[in-house]
Nanobody, 127 residues
Framework: QVQLVESGGGLVQAGGSLRLSCAAS????????MGWFRQAPGKEREFVAA????????AYANSVKARFTISRDNAKNTVYLQMSSLKPEDTAVYCC????????????????????WGQGTQVTVSS
């Protein structure tokens, strides 16, 4: 089992940047594919970015491609989401999630694949 705690959210002006972090408990962080999802007020939670166990493979939603970068540091049990050129429509609660897998190159973009979720961190982008 793994527990996830996000940090790094806040209020930023449009065009600005933020880096979110997701710290995981346990000694087997490297056995999990990781993902970031977000939920805006009145909307369903949606996929943002995902990364495989080793960090070599990534996937992004079209809405954030070329603006957001997901990365991980398995030695620190942490996954990151670097967000640049932020837009007001990026305002949401951002959650990280973990999916256990034996497959090194596996990436998950669907919510149902993930077993563990953090509580989320609020990101607000003002216009």
């Amino acid at each position: 089992q793994v527990q996830l705690v996000e940090s790094g959210g806040g209020l930023v002006q449009a065009g600005g940047s933020l880096r979110l972090s997701c710290a995981a408990s346990g000694r087997t962080f490297g056995n999990y594919a990781m993902g970031w999802f977000r939920q805006a007020p009145g909307k369903e939670r949606e996929f943002v970015a995902a990364i495989n166990r080793g960090g070599a493979y990534t996937a992004y939603a079209n809405s954030v491609k070329a603006r957001f970068t997901i990365s991980r540091d398995n030695a620190k049990n942490t996954v990151y989401l670097q967000m640049s050129s932020l837009k007001p429509e990026d305002t949401a609660v951002y959650c990280c999630a973990a999916a256990p897998t034996d497959v090194m190159h596996f990436i998950a973009t669907t919510q149902s694949t993930y077993d563990y979720w953090g509580q989320g961190t609020q990101v607000t982008v003002s216009s």
